[in-house]
């Protein structure tokens, strides 16, 4: 089992970009992979990178401009999602709780 720091050291930004996946992801996908990842399966993890990166992105490079800084606060948002997932309240979004991330970082990244 993987562990923080490298477990995300293993993921590359900018592979398997589609702009469109997390719309075509089914709905309760979310709830299920969050579970899976509390549960010990990090694999669930990877499925919640790959369908969620370029959104992060997006919103990260709509605040600060700079695609090789949005790539590592993308980044940043990763690793912080994977340390403190056992705060995630698990009524919410994860996709809102994810928004809220990578809007914070991205706003400590211009101070």
Request: glycine residues 8%.
């Amino acid at each position: 089992m993987r562990n923080g720091a490298q477990a995300i050291a293993g993921y590359k930004l900018g592979t398997q970009v589609n702009v469109g996946r997390v719309a075509e992801m089914p709905i309760d996908t979310d709830a299920s992979l969050v579970e899976r990842f509390l549960g010990g399966d990090t694999t669930a993890f990877d499925a919640l990178f790959d369908k969620y990166q370029s959104y992060v992105y997006r919103i990260v490079y709509g605040i600060l401009g700079n695609a090789a800084e949005a790539q590592d606060v993308t980044q940043d948002v990763f690793v912080q999602v994977y340390r403190s997932f056992h705060q995630f309240n698990r009524t919410a979004r994860f996709a809102t709780w994810l928004y809220r991330i990578a809007v914070n970082r991205s706003v400590d990244r211009t101070r």
